[in-house]
């Protein structure tokens, strides 16, 4: 049952990415902030698909958290959930991420219409350099900036290196962080054609200041938060289970 609702999920998504595309192209000439709230409709569509397909859901603890101005997240990265859900969660926004995700078809071409920051990881210094150059501007248009500090999907239960990329841009940016933990990809794995049954929680943090600190301390203190969130998420019973099939 669950790879029949899984294919009827992909093939709806694939379908309504199609469709959606020259839409979001076509949004290009518009303002930032009202753009990502067009491109926004396809990732609600995806979302009332998933619930309904699949009977997969999220609950969000911690909205209060988020501020009226904008600033960055650093988020864990399990898996493609977080990239379409994280647009129906959060305020207008861009990401930081690898230049080839915009080379896919339909899908990359309409994240290329979010004008995110792209990222050629053959060349550090230029990524970082293009990372704190782009990244203040977009902050300045009023969205935020979403970045995956670990650089790469983690499954759930574990970590890799924090890269301060993230904080760094915060620090110049003089804006805080708000650190975001989930469980997605307990349902949604990486790489996985399957998606489980269940309820995604996100929990957000309080905002991390910036002010007169290093942006190493910075990105210390959210790594803190993150890991020991994702502890506490995924010692509930339920996703025990989860994590051990």
């Excluded at 203040?136 to 890269?163: C, L, Q």
């Excluded at 933990?181 to 949604?188: E, I, K, Q, T, V």
């Excluded at 790489?191 to 990105?219: D, M, Q």
């Excluded at 790594?223 to 996703?239: D, F, G, V």
Aim: hydrophobic share 45%; charged share 20%; glycine share 6%.
């Amino acid at each position: 049952m669950i790879m029949l609702r899984s294919a009827v999920f992909f093939l709806g998504m694939a379908i309504s990415a199609v469709l959606f595309c020259p839409i979001a192209i076509a949004a290009w000439p518009i303002p930032p902030v009202p753009r990502m709230r067009v491109i926004g409709l396809w990732a609600r569509f995806i979302c009332w698909w998933l619930k309904i397909t699949c009977n997969l859901r999220h609950e969000v603890e911690g909205l209060h958290h988020l501020s009226a101005n904008p600033g960055i997240i650093l988020s864990k990265h399990q898996s493609a959930w977080e990239t379409i859900m994280f647009q129906v969660i959060f305020p207008p926004q861009i990401w930081a991420l690898k230049r080839e995700a915009l080379w896919l078809p339909f899908f990359g071409w309409g994240l290329a219409a979010t004008s995110p920051i792209s990222i050629d990881r053959s060349t550090p210094i230029k990524a970082l350099e293009r990372l704190l150059k782009q990244g203040r501007e977009k902050i300045r248009e009023g969205r935020w900036v979403i970045i995956f500090p670990e650089g790469t999907r983690m499954a759930p239960g574990e970590s890799g290196a924090f890269h301060p990329g993230g904080a760094m841009l915060a620090v110049k940016a003089k804006v805080p962080i708000t650190p975001v933990a989930h469980d997605a990809g307990l349902y949604w794995g990486k790489r996985s054609f399957l998606k489980k049954p269940g309820v995604v929680r996100v929990k957000i943090g309080p905002p991390i200041s910036t002010e007169n600190k290093k942006a190493r301390a910075v990105n210390e203190e959210a790594r803190e938060w993150i890991e020991n969130s994702m502890t506490l998420l995924l010692k509930a019973p339920e996703k025990r289970i989860n994590l051990q099939k």
